[in-house]
């Protein structure tokens, strides 16, 4: 494909993620944020497969970065019980995600796909009358 195509779907793309944040509210932050580390994992993944060091160590430090960025929002006041748990397991997360990349192991960032699948599945399912009410327990400001 000719690079100014790409450069142009560039922009497109960054326009497009700019108007979703602008537009979207707590709830659906959080959601994209998860979405977006597991896009991160899943390219991390793919690099592994073609020994594209360079490229999967950048997907996994956007990964760690989305995953710290939840668990630094977390609302431990409100979220008690709940944001103490998801503390853990995010700090688990990103640890696993860095022994992904330093032992090159596409397993463990199948495991950390599927913790954060279960959080984002389960966040999903908040009836949309409490989205306001929760959107600072798992991971939102």
């Known amino acids: 494909m000719d690079a100014r195509v790409m450069d ?15 537009e979207a509210t707590p ?19 793919g690099c592994m497969s073609r020994g594209d060091i360079a490229q999967k160590g950048a997907h996994i430090a956007r990964a760690v970065a989305i995953v710290n960025g939840l668990r630094r929002d977390l609302d431990m006041e409100r979220g008690g019980e709940i944001s103490a748990n998801l503390e853990a397991l995010y700090e688990y997360m990103s640890r696993r995600l860095l022994e992904a ?23 999903a399912q908040i009836p949309v ?5 929760y959107a600072a327990a798992p991971g939102a400001a």
Do not use: F
């Open 8 to 22: 142009a779907l560039k922009s497109y793309e960054n326009v497009a993620l700019r108007s979703a944040v602008l």
């Open 27 to 45: 709830h659906q932050l959080v959601q994209m944020l998860m979405d977006g580390a597991l896009d991160r994992i899943a390219q991390a993944k």
């Open 101 to 123: 990349n330093v032992n090159n192991d596409p397993a463990v960032l199948d495991e950390v796909a599927g913790l954060l699948r279960e959080i984002r599945d389960a966040w």
């Open 129 to 133: 009358e409490y989205h306001e009410r």
